[in-house]
């Protein structure tokens, strides 16, 4: 039998280029056990992700703010001390780094995601002004409440499945794919991942980007 997966997205479902891998929607609606897709995206990506796999919606969006399974919708986090933290960073004089219109944002519910190339410093004060913290998932910088993980979400998403979280294998390749690994059973990085994701991972792949991933689950379906 195989197990119940959390994967991440970006940097473990897709390629070096940032294109989802193909070979994921061969191999994802033939897994006989649930497929749970964790992101720092905002909710409409994972969703919409899942609806073009054709595999049932169960997303944790927003690095846990917002958690979605057999069609419960969990929403979690300040959003609004959030927003408050981007406005003012923005009248400090910095930008949010995404251009107008901003669709990095437009749909997000719980947190801020702030480019990379903008001050870290500067956004870090302001966001414990507001009881916030600042994560790096080397994508973006989020803007989120503290507490609020991804890891969480999973427990969740178990709960509303009826699973023990210990029973998913969960891959991924940053920061915020931590908490995951702490509350899967079995963990993954790939060979892409930053420093504190190998550190937490059980195993730590010779594969980067979405063959990494693709490897694991074949292991898997090998080992059923």
Not at 32 to 40: E, I, N, Q, R
Not at 73 to 85: F, S
Not at 107 to 131: F, K, M, S, Y
Request: glycine share 10%; with cysteine; aromatic share 8%.
């Amino acid at each position: 039998m195989t197990p119940p997966l959390a994967l991440d997205i970006d940097g473990t479902m897709t390629r070096p280029d940032d294109s989802i891998d193909p070979r994921f929607f061969d191999v994802l609606p033939e897994w006989d056990a649930p497929v749970v897709l964790a992101t720092g995206k905002s909710f409409p990506y994972p969703v919409s992700l899942c609806h073009f796999l054709t595999i049932p919606q169960n997303v944790i969006a927003e690095n846990g703010g917002v958690v979605l399974a057999r069609g419960d919708l969990t929403t979690n986090g300040d959003g609004e001390a959030a927003r408050r933290v981007a406005e003012e960073f923005v009248a400090a004089g910095y930008d949010l780094g995404w251009g107008a219109p901003d669709l990095i944002n437009r749909w997000r519910e719980t947190e801020v995601a702030v480019a990379r190339d903008q001050p870290l410093g500067p956004l870090e004060e302001i966001a414990a002004e507001h009881g916030q913290e600042v994560v790096d998932t080397g994508y973006a910088y989020h803007v989120k409440s503290p507490g609020v993980k991804k890891g969480m979400g999973l427990q969740s998403v178990a709960d509303l499945l009826g699973l023990d979280p210990a029973a998913f294998v969960a891959v991924g390749d940053s920061e915020n794919d931590v908490s995951t690994f702490g509350v899967a059973g079995e963990s993954y990085a790939v060979a892409n991942a930053d420093a504190k994701a190998k550190d937490a991972a059980d195993v730590v792949l010779d594969e980067s980007f979405s063959a990494g991933t693709l490897a694991v689950l074949e292991d898997l379906r090998q080992r059923a």
